[in-house]
């Protein structure tokens, strides 16, 4: 997130006995899968890089695997509308919470795009460089050596997903996107064989918690905000919606395109949030 939504946070809730019960249960199935199936794809990459180069037809469905698990594992629902994209191209989604990257990867095999400083998060950093995250620097002199890694994952066949606000809310709201990533789909490279779809994501909160529980957004810590989702006897569920793709060509510019984006982006929230 290169910069940060501020709103206010409602106040933790205590946790029981049957709460921290259900923390070290759910926690423990999804802390072992990852145990076990991260350090299989980092083996896995070496044959995969040597053979295949920037291509991953293996390592991806691991994590997807790990995705879905914990899911499962948390109980949130996902609710799929519409259809993905099937070449290469990029998702353009807006961005609520942490739970989002298991919620995305769980449905697609997709590479994310984030800040550089999230390579050095620890723990997440990790995770994050072992399933082929794009790192950006938010430094306009990188923009040329930015755009390039961009054209050589597309046009590999990888779809990357972008988050154009630039930081997560409280799931009640899209943010302004951002224009400057999508200066890369118009390079001459990608132009006329990159494709982006907006998703829109919806989170419901469970019954009897506020609107903004699977939020993550301002100076909330890291902690507090999964142990209450491990915690939740209840858990809500997650609406991907997939829109209509657009052809980069079609658009004269990256505000243009960036526009369509975002707009499909707030129908879709709008309309699921009202329903």
Same mark, same amino acid.
């Given at each position: 997130m290169?910069?940060?939504w501020?709103?206010?946070?409602?106040?933790?809730?205590?946790?029981?006995?049957?709460?921290?019960?259900?923390?070290?249960?759910?926690?423990g199935?999804i802390?072992?899968?990852?145990?076990?199936?991260?350090?299989?794809?980092? !083996? $896995?990459?070496? +044959? &995969?890089?040597?053979?295949?180069?920037?291509? *991953?037809?293996?390592?991806?469905?691991i %994590?997807q /695997?790990?995705?879905?698990?914990a899911?499962?594992?948390?109980?949130?629902?996902?609710?799929?509308?519409?259809?993905?994209?099937?070449?290469?191209g990029?998702?353009?989604?807006?961005?609520?919470?942490?739970?989002?990257?298991?919620?995305?990867?769980?449905?697609?095999?997709?590479?994310?795009?984030a800040?550089?400083?999230?390579?050095?998060?620890?723990?997440?950093?990790?995770?994050?460089r072992?399933t082929?995250?794009?790192?950006?620097?938010?430094?306009?002199?990188?923009?040329?050596?930015?755009?390039?890694?961009?054209?050589?994952?597309?046009?590999?066949?990888?779809? !990357? $997903?972008?988050? +154009? &606000?630039?930081?997560?809310?409280?799931?009640? *709201?899209?943010?302004?996107?951002?224009? %400057?990533? /999508?200066?890369?789909?118009?390079?001459?490279?990608?132009?006329?064989?990159?494709?982006?779809?907006?998703?829109?994501?919806?989170?419901?909160?469970?019954?009897?918690?506020?609107?903004?529980?699977?939020g993550?957004?301002?100076?909330?810590?890291?902690?507090?905000?999964?142990?209450?989702?491990?915690?939740?006897?209840?858990?809500?569920?997650?609406?991907?919606?997939?829109?209509p793709l657009l052809r980069?060509?079609?658009?004269?510019?990256?505000?243009?395109?960036a526009?369509?984006?975002?707009a499909?982006?707030r129908?879709?929230?709008?309309?699921?949030?009202?329903?």
């Amino acid at each position: 997130m290169s910069r940060t939504w501020q709103g206010a946070a409602p106040p933790p809730r205590p946790l029981g006995a049957r709460d921290w019960l259900r923390v070290l249960c759910r926690g423990g199935v999804i802390g072992a899968a990852l145990a076990v199936c991260f350090p299989l794809l980092l !083996l $896995l990459r070496i +044959p &995969e890089r040597l053979i295949f180069g920037l291509d *991953r037809p293996w390592t991806p469905y691991i %994590t997807q /695997f790990v995705c879905r698990l914990a899911c499962r594992t948390l109980g949130v629902r996902r609710m799929r509308r519409g259809v993905p994209m099937t070449g290469p191209g990029a998702y353009v989604v807006n961005h609520v919470s942490w739970l989002d990257i298991f919620v995305l990867n769980a449905g697609k095999r997709l590479y994310f795009v984030a800040k550089s400083e999230v390579a050095g998060w620890p723990g997440i950093g990790w995770l994050a460089r072992g399933t082929g995250t794009v790192f950006i620097a938010r430094d306009p002199r990188a923009a040329p050596v930015q755009t390039r890694l961009f054209e050589d994952r597309l046009r590999a066949g990888h779809r !990357l $997903l972008f988050f +154009p &606000e630039g930081t997560s809310t409280d799931g009640l *709201r899209v943010l302004p996107f951002r224009t %400057t990533l /999508f200066q890369a789909f118009l390079s001459d490279r990608l132009r006329d064989v990159v494709q982006v779809q907006p998703v829109s994501l919806v989170y419901h909160a469970p019954e009897g918690e506020a609107p903004s529980f699977y939020g993550w957004w301002g100076d909330m810590a890291l902690g507090p905000a999964l142990l209450s989702v491990l915690a939740a006897p209840r858990q809500g569920r997650v609406e991907v919606i997939y829109h209509p793709l657009l052809r980069v060509a079609d658009f004269p510019d990256r505000k243009a395109l960036a526009a369509a984006a975002e707009a499909a982006v707030r129908a879709g929230f709008a309309a699921a949030r009202a329903a």
